[in-house]
Each structure stands twice: as C-alpha cells, then as structure tokens.
C-alpha cells in the first residue's frame, strides 16, 4: 500500500480500536466514564453540571448583570497601610504597601526633653555651635575651673530629646576666657575656636579642632592679636570655603572694634591684617553673622562707647583676606547691651538683631535689619520682654519659616527662669508667640544654637541656679511648616473605597478613571495637594493628578503620559520640548536669551540675582528710570561688591557741553538726574557686560540718555569693567541716595 493509505489505515485503526466509537455520537453526549455529560441536549448537559443562563454562563443573546465584584479598569490591589479615605490620593511606600496623601506640621516644644547636667560646677565662658555636616553633633567650649582654667572642649550629640556627651579635650593649657566657636559648613567636622589665653600676655588666639566621633584633636594655636583681646565672636562664610572672620575688642588700641580674617588649612590657621570696624571709642558686645543667601557678606553689631553706647551696625564684605566695611546704622539710640544678631537662612538680605534696651528699662527687645549693597535699613523696634533681660542670645532657626528664638534670664518671674520667646518674621515686622520657661530657677549665661540638620531643633546652655547653678543642656523645638509624604514620583492612584489599616485595598492607578469624587469642574486639570486634596492649581511638590471628565470622575494623570513635564532638576536654563510622544529638555541655543525683568517702584535697589551662571555676557535694557531724590545719581555694580571698578561716563547735554565722570567703587548709569515723573519717558540706557567666567575680568560698554536737574537732557557714553575675577552671580542698579524708580529687562548671550 502507498504511504497515504497506510496513514488513513491507521487512524481508522484508532478510532475503532479505542474508547471513542462510532456509538458515542449518535443522540448523546459521551459517557461520564469517557469524559462527557452522558446528556442528549445542551440543556441536559448544563443540568448534568449544574450550570444556568444568566447565572454562570452567558448566552449569545444573555447580558452581563450577573458579572458582579470584578474591579475597575486599571485598578490594582494593594495593602493598606493605615486608614484609606474613599477616593482619596494614596502613595507607594517602600515597603510595597499605600498610604493616603498627608501633611504634618511639627509642633512646638520648648522644652521638648529633660535637663541633662554637663557639669555640677566649675565652668565658664562658654560658646556652642552645631556642625552643619553632621546631623546631631555640637561642640560646647569652655573655660574649666576644676582643671587650672584650662581651654576645654567636649561633643555633644542629640538623640530624640536627649543629650549625651563625649569624652573633653583640651585646647589650651593655660588659664583660658572668653571662648568663641564656629563651624566650617565647607569642610566636614572642622571647627575653629577662638579665645583669650590669660596665660599668654591675654593674647587673642584661635586653634582648629577635628570631630572623630565623639572625640575631639586640636591642631597647632595660632595669635591673631599680640595685646589683650576682648573676643566676642566668630563666624565662618558659607560661601568662602576655609575663611572665616572673628571680632573682638582691641584692648591694645584703645579698645576698638576689630575684625580679622582667618584661613583654615589643614589643622594650621594664618591670619591676614586685622580692620578697625569701629575708631571711635570702647567697643563692646560684639556680635558678627554671615548671610548665607549672599556671598561674602556680614553684619557686625556692637555698643559704641564712642557714641553713647547706641547700638550701632555695619555691614562687612570680606574679599579674600580682608574685610571692608560700610556706614555705620544705629540701630538703638540708647546704651544696649548682650547683642546677638542672627541671618535669615530663609529671606536673602533678612537679620534680626536682639538686645537689652537700657533706654527701656532694660526690656528684651529685637529689630529686623534689611541689607541691600554695603547698608543696612531697620525696621521698628519690638519688645519680647517686658522686664530686666539678662544674658540674651538669639537664633534664626533653619526650616522653621523664618521664626527665630530669643533665650535670656526673665526677671518678670519671681526666680528668674530661664525663658524663651519665638518671634516670627514677615517684611520688617515681628510677631511673638507666649513666652515659654525652659528652666524655673535663675538662669544665667543663657545660649542657644540651631541643629542645621533637624528643622527647628535646638539645644539651649544654660548655668542653673536652682540646681547649685550646674552646668546644664536641654533640647527645644520650634514649629515647623507643613511636610508632606508627596513626593514628586510617588502617586499612585485613588482609593476606590474606604478602606482600614491592613485591608486589601483596590486603587484605581494612572490611566484608569476615579469616578468616586465630588465638586470637580469637567475639563479643568487636577493637582494633587500635599494635604491629601485636589486642586486645580499646583503644590508643592508639583503633582498632576489628572483630568476632570465630570464632577465625580477624574481621568488620572491627564490623557497620556506625554503631558508630564520631565524633571526639572538640573536643567537649569533649559527649554520644555516635545516630539509629539514624549516631553524633553532641551538645551538654549547660542543667541541672546530673556532672562528676568525687574521693576523699580520706589525701591532702594534693582537686584537680579537667579539664572546668571548659564551665560557668557549680558544686555541690560533699562527705561523709564529716575530717582526719587532730586539730583541724585544712578549706579550698578556685580555681586554686591563696592571695589575694583574702572569706569567712566562722558558725553554731552543739549547745548553742547561736555561732561565726564570717573567711577571706582561702582559703575554710573546716570548722574545728577532729575527727579520729575514726567520726564521718564525721556530715559533710556543699554548696559553691554562682556565676560562671565571666573578668573577674568569684566568689560562694560553702554549708552546712557536721561534728563539732568542741573545740566538739561544729557547723552552719555559708559566704558569700564569690573576688575575682578569672581564669577558675576548677582548685578544691583541702585541710586546714591533715597528710592527710584524703572523697568530693567536683563538678556544673556550664549556663543554654545
């Protein structure tokens, strides 16, 4: 036989040969036994297994009402962690679990531990600072008297609300006062402390000590002042790696205020050439603070013995080595005492100054200073205590919303306690919350200091008179603003129901619809909120929740995933692009490119501070300007700095007289210019800065058109640069005297 019939031989072998016969098909269904129903109908089968239309299987003509506890489309099963409200934006945890969308604040405590005793007796002269690169550690140094006096220093560290120290280490073994501490915030576990070693002629000295844990090494002693040394204070600059700058009173020249700028190497310390800050008598109560927000600049407060003891500012630029200052603002026209003067880390230009009014009853009193260039403007004065305030410290705390703590010993207390007041900053104003006792039991030699590294916490020394006046610590916390578990990644979805802690919870994901909402406006797009809400505009941190389709239903993070805007991080200066799928960043063209606009409407200074770096050169356009002050001049400089200027401006007026004016401590955009409102449509500048990079000089060539009080409509050319060679990362347009007024757009060039 062929191969094909041998083929269908076989397989009319097999089905003859096996259970399947010929029999089993006709008028039933196969035998139970052989894997069938037995039955002779469909009807009979369904029977047989006990099924029904409707119920467990659909018809072709059935409906699907019968389908019921299925999910959504796009929703997914999850565990809950806590509760779930129903429809509610929930997050994925690390641990695979959700958690509903919420916001907390951290609520204030003062105080928020227990007292912990560094030492029952015998210590003095004591400083305190937090190290900003570790979170929990601080250094107390002090004067020990159970140990000759000697120069001591001891790490402390905050667990929680407790305290625990290391083991002490000397710095000075010699008899050792008035001790001033300082971090390096741009080196790891560096500190300096500077001090009056009384065993060396009272020579002002400073020495390097390095954090190990809980232990401490010092470098090699270094005098920076070869007389005896009132030392008050000291302040590293944040944005100065290794510099630092200490005030003191000179008590070898006539007790004058000083400065000093020091540069840390290693464990070594060099000094440069000390400035005389104040030669105009004793100066005392010295207290010095960078700002944090502004590069290499510093206010030093102080009493003024040459001028009746006032309270009395200045604000310091340090420029490599040096220090320069510029005029004096009394703060206080009365004898002050116990200043303490503390930036804003949150507001640029922000500082609050607190003092013991002596020409009001010698209340706890505070002032909001406003630095703009080299001067500094004050606010009104605001009491915090209405009593004798003694031994008063003050602190801005970081991540706090711009609240600062004064600590000091009320006298209002039939004991003296130590106490606290928290005052709130907004413009120039102050605002205080009830005071709060730290300690009840005259408390002296009161000091505070900030952890950086914990959003309002703070430790408190203080020497504790009902405690046979021990040496004691204790930890406080300021409210802090709003956190939230929203981050800009972690949105899941929404509950489908309402849910409790451990539950199996349905959340409807990104893509699919949330049709359990109420109030929505159909059309309008959604951001999650931090609070666990939506709303149609953004929060912080930016989150699209999605598109409203009705009132009750939201299409979950819009209509694709093209609509997201990619991460803003580090894409600074970059345009938002698409190619039709997906959204990118991409990279600004050579050419000139707006950067910001600021208008002038009677303010003291025009600033552009942000988004300076991406370019090589810049256009500014200047119109409609004019000062407030009659014949006042208009000037801009880079970077608040108020030296190395070479600049002229020369032209002619409109009866063809020629004028010129040389500049070295800024540039001039208008001189001796009127003041009439009328006449600003007259004014008009373009401002050409060539240059950019750090290590170069700067080049300025512009054109000036304006109205002079004195020398009719005047036409000027500007030539110059800037002779430094710091990066430009902020320009100020300002007038020499009062408010004024324009519209400045500034444009960057980019060759790249």
């Known amino acids: ?96 679990q959700v958690e509903v969308v919420s916001a907390s604040n951290i609520a204030e405590s003062i105080p928020a531990g227990s007292e912990v005793v560094l030492r029952s007796s015998g210590i003095s002269n004591i400083a305190m600072a937090f190290d900003p690169n570790t ?128 540069t840390v190497s290693g464990t070594s310390i060099s000094f440069s050439a000390e400035t005389q800050f104040n030669t105009s008598g004793t100066t005392d109560y010295i207290s010095l603070s960078f700002d944090p927000n502004t590069a290499n600049k510093f206010v030093v407060v102080y009493k003024n013995g040459g001028n009746s003891n006032y309270g009395t500012a200045k604000v310091g630029t340090l420029s490599g080595t040096s220090t320069s200052y510029g005029s004096a603002v009394v703060f206080n026209a009365g004898q002050v005492s116990d200043n303490s003067v503390s930036f804003d880390p949150n507001n640029a230009n922000k500082l609050v100054v607190a003092y013991r009014d002596f020409g009001n009853s010698s209340y706890g009193t505070a002032i909001i200073g ?44 039939a004991s003296n306690d130590g106490t606290c007041s928290v005052g709130t900053v907004s413009g120039t104003s102050i605002s205080y919350g009830s005071k709060s006792v730290y300690n009840t039991g005259q408390t002296n030699s009161n000091l505070i200091a900030f952890d950086p590294n914990n959003a309002g916490k703070f430790v408190i020394y203080y020497s504790d008179g009902g405690n046979s006046y021990a040496m004691t610590v204790i930890v406080g916390q300021v409210a802090t603003p709003i956190t939230t578990n929203l981050t800009s990644t972690n949105f899941l979805g929404t509950a489908t129901a309402a849910y409790t802690n451990g539950q199996t919870a349905s959340i409807m994901l990104k893509g699919g619809i949330s049709d359990n909402q109420t109030s929505l406006t159909a059309g309008s797009t959604y951001y999650v909120q931090p609070a666990g809400t939506f709303a149609t505009s953004a929060g912080t941190p930016s989150v699209l929740a999605g598109e409203a389709v009705s009132a009750t239903s939201l299409l979950l993070n819009g209509l694709a995933t093209p609509d997201e805007i990619p991460s803003q991080s580090g894409n600074t200066g970059k345009f938002l692009t698409t190619n039709g799928s997906a959204a990118s960043w991409g990279t600004v063209a050579a050419g000139l490119v707006h950067i910001s606009t600021v208008t002038a409407n009677g303010v003291s200074v025009a600033e552009f501070t942000t988004g300076l770096s991406s370019y090589e050169s810049f256009i500014i356009v200047c119109t409609g300007f004019y000062p407030a002050t009659n014949t006042a001049d208009i000037y801009f400089t880079f970077n608040n700095n108020s030296s190395n200027y070479t600049g002229i401006m020369g032209g002619v007026n ?99």
């Open 1 to 96: 036989m062929s191969k094909a019939r041998d083929t269908v031989e076989t397989l009319r072998t097999v089905l003859v040969d096996g259970d399947v016969t010929n029999a089993n098909f006709t008028g039933a269904d196969l035998e139970v036994g052989k894997g069938g129903t037995g039955a002779s109908s469909a009807g009979a089968a369904r029977t047989a297994l006990g099924l029904a239309i409707g119920t467990d299987v659909l018809a072709p003509d059935g409906s699907a009402a019968n389908l019921t506890n299925l999910p959504a489309g796009g929703a997914e099963d999850f565990v809950a962690s806590g509760t779930l409200p129903n429809g509610k934006p929930v997050i994925l945890k690390a641990n695979g």
């Open 135 to 262: 979170a929990n550690k601080f250094v107390i140094s002090y004067q020990d008297g159970n140990n000759s006096d000697y120069g001591t220093a001891i790490v402390g560290t905050v667990s929680g609300t407790s305290i625990s120290f290391g083991t002490a280490a000397l710095f000075n073994s010699g008899s050792t006062t008035v001790t001033a501490i300082a971090f390096d915030p741009n080196t790891a576990n560096k500190f300096v402390v500077a001090y009056r070693d009384n065993s060396n002629s009272y020579y002002g000295t400073a020495t390097v000590g390095t954090i190990s844990g809980t232990s401490i090494s010092f470098g090699t002693a270094a005098v920076f002042n070869t007389a005896s040394t009132g030392v008050n204070t000291i302040s590293f600059d944040p944005n100065a790696a290794n510099k630092f700058v200490i005030g003191y009173r000179d008590n070898g020249n006539s007790g004058y205020g000083t400065t000093i700028v020091g």
């Open 370 to 413: 406003t630095v703009s260039g080299t001067s500094i403007s004050f606010g009104s004065e605001y009491v915090f205590n209405s009593a004798q305030t003694n031994d008063l410290k003050c602190s801005f705390g970081i991540g706090t919303g711009s609240k600062f703590v004064a600590t000091y010993m009320d006298t209002a207390s």
């Open 654 to 752: 409109d009866s063809g007289a020629s004028y010129a004016i040389e500049r070295g401590s800024e540039m001039a955009l208008s001189y001796n210019q009127n003041s009439t409102a009328a006449n600003a449509d007259l004014t008009s500048a373009q401002i050409n800065i060539f240059g950019n990079a750090s290590g170069e000089y700067k080049n300025v060539v512009g054109i000036s058109g304006y109205r002079s009080n004195n020398y009719g409509q005047m036409s000027m050319n500007i030539s110059g640069g800037w002779r430094d060679t710091a990066a430009i990362t902020s320009i100020q347009i300002w007038p020499n005297s009062g408010n004024f007024y324009g519209k400045f757009m500034l444009y960057g060039v980019t060759t790249s």
